[in-house]
């Protein structure tokens, strides 16, 4: 008997089992819950689904139509097991995307013949990751509020995912955010996001030093185990199961736009951490017809460098126009790899290991091929950048730097199927990166409405020396307070 969920009467049927597996194969499986709350699996590997839902073609066209949240809804809850009450998902998820400036959600803006824009930059902060933080702060509400527990999630940031955390956490109940970003070396638009938030339950703390220095004093109030039960630590960051869930909706949102299941689609992804291109692999892993996967790197090009000729080697990271892909080691990968292994978490565990005593990744060519028949992979320096934003402005449309680094690579790999379209990820609004587009155009982009008073909003933050007592002084006093 074939299972048909779309009619599920959600009210009486108990939703399938689901439990998630460690890449590195030694921890206990769990379920959506504890995935959620524990982000990282204790063997130090990736949380992934024991088994892959799959949708079948009559499923995929009863999506075809319904409002972005539903279907959201819809492909969230082949993963959340028991985890919420019928109906919650779906409440959720509608209320996460209810702030979004575009009915549409993630509305798809034709560019070419063949080539469609997929917007993802019209929630708060103007850039992708609020599809996936928007909805874990919700989800993480939720569960603790039945559990009965408060979290404090501490994170750093150089800019961007700091404001998207901020706001995925403002005004829930059960948790308080602190972070962390070094003074004076954000954007002022970055600064602002996070510090204007003045909810009770966030605090921004500007230390005096560098990226690097924010990172290492959250590290190392991981690494205090008696200050990290006390504060119940948590973190939100890319390695989180969830925020991989929440971002396949998209993939399947514009996909069944363009025709899917009938006709296959094309997707370029501009990656760093290899998380939203892996959301992409996911949904063909559940029977989406997606023909390639086209990944936008910029000069710190270790992913197309690997797909072009399975050169899997760290180089030092290099600044560039597209800021949130200067990296090197990109940590959802290890998810990719546990699936070309063939889901041995032993070999993956020692690739890892390898990878980081050697700095080169040893893929064996039969994985690799395999990987190299779907994914394509192209560096886009920050020069072609520019004139691909140039080029994308004469003819009408305004695109981020990284944007435009998936637009010039979905022109490097486009599938020799002429009738197949391309989606291109639009990671960022263009006003998030106000010098480059300046640069590219001539034109000075202007912060959408809901945002244009930015400059005006009254900001709160403290500023600390770089040192652990300070620093943990503070995001006690601050959970503290909002404990009582
Ligand atoms: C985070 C980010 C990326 C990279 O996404 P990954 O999931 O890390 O690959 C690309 N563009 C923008 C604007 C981002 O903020």
Redesign the pocket.
């Known amino acids: 008997m074939r299972n048909r969920p779309f009619r599920r009467p959600s009210l009486s049927a108990k939703p399938p089992a689901m439990r998630y597996v460690s890449t590195r194969g030694e921890a206990a499986p769990r379920d959506f819950e504890s995935v959620l709350l524990a982000g990282l699996a204790e063997d130090g590997g990736l949380f992934l689904p024991e088994t892959w839902p799959i949708l079948l073609p009559e499923d995929w066209r009863a999506l075809r139509g319904r409002p972005y949240p539903e279907i959201a809804a819809e492909i969230i809850g082949r993963f959340t097991g028991d985890t919420f009450e019928p109906g919650v998902l779906l409440s959720m998820c509608r209320d996460a995307y209810a702030g979004f400036t575009t009915p549409a959600v993630a509305p798809l803006v034709q560019l070419d013949e063949r080539r469609f824009a997929l917007e993802l ?1 019209h929630g708060p902060t103007l ?3 609020d599809f996936a933080l928007q909805l874990l702060g919700r989800m993480f509400d939720h569960v603790l509020a039945r559990r009965g527990e408060r979290i404090t999630i501490v994170g750093a940031t150089s800019g ?2 700091g404001s ?1 955390a901020i706001e995925a956490c403002r005004d829930r109940q059960n948790l308080d955010i602190v972070i962390l970003h070094p003074e004076g070396r954000t954007s002022a638009v970055q600064r602002r996001q996070m510090t204007t938030v003045l909810s009770p339950n966030v605090r921004n703390l500007a230390v005096r030093g560098d990226f690097d220095n924010c990172q290492d004093l959250v590290k190392a109030m991981f690494n205090d185990a008696p200050f990290r039960a006390e504060m119940n630590l948590s973190a939100v960051n ?1 390695i989180n199961w969830a925020r991989i869930a929440a ?1 396949i909706p998209y993939y399947v949102y514009a996909a069944l736009s363009l025709g899917a299941p009938e006709r296959e689609v094309a997707f370029a ?11 992409g692999w996911a949904a063909r892993r559940m029977g989406l017809p997606v023909s390639s996967l086209i990944i936008g790197s910029n000069r710190n090009d270790i992913l197309a460098r690997w797909i072009t000729a399975n050169d899997m080697s760290a180089q030092p990271v290099v600044p560039s126009l ?1 800021p ?2 200067d ?1 090197q080691v ?3 990968f290890e998810r990719l790899l546990f699936e070309l292994l063939g889901r041995d978490g032993a070999q993956t565990a020692a690739t890892m290991r390898a990878f980081r005593e050697t700095g080169t990744m040893p893929i064996p060519e039969e994985a690799w091929r395999n990987a190299a028949a779907l994914f394509r992979g192209q560096a886009v320096s920050d020069e072609e950048t520019i004139a691909e934003m140039r080029r994308l402005y004469a003819q009408g449309y305004a695109a ?1 730097p ?2 435009a ?1 998936g637009t010039a690579a979905s022109h490097a790999h486009a599938p020799d199927a002429p009738g197949t379209p391309i989606v291109i ?1 639009a ?2 609004h263009p006003a ?2 106000p010098d480059a587009v300046e640069q590219a155009t001539g034109t000075r982009p202007a912060l959408p409405p809901h945002m244009a008073d930015l400059y005006e909003r009254e900001e709160r933050f403290s500023v600390l020396p770089n040192d652990l007592s300070a620093v943990q002084s503070a995001v006690r006093a601050h959970a503290r307070r909002n404990a009582d």
């Open positions: 930059f850039a992708f990751k961007d995912t998207a890319s971002q992804v501009p990656t760093g951490n290899f998380g939203n291109v892996f959301a597209s949130s892909m990296i990109s940590s959802n981020d990284h944007t680094a990820a990671t960022a998030k990166f």
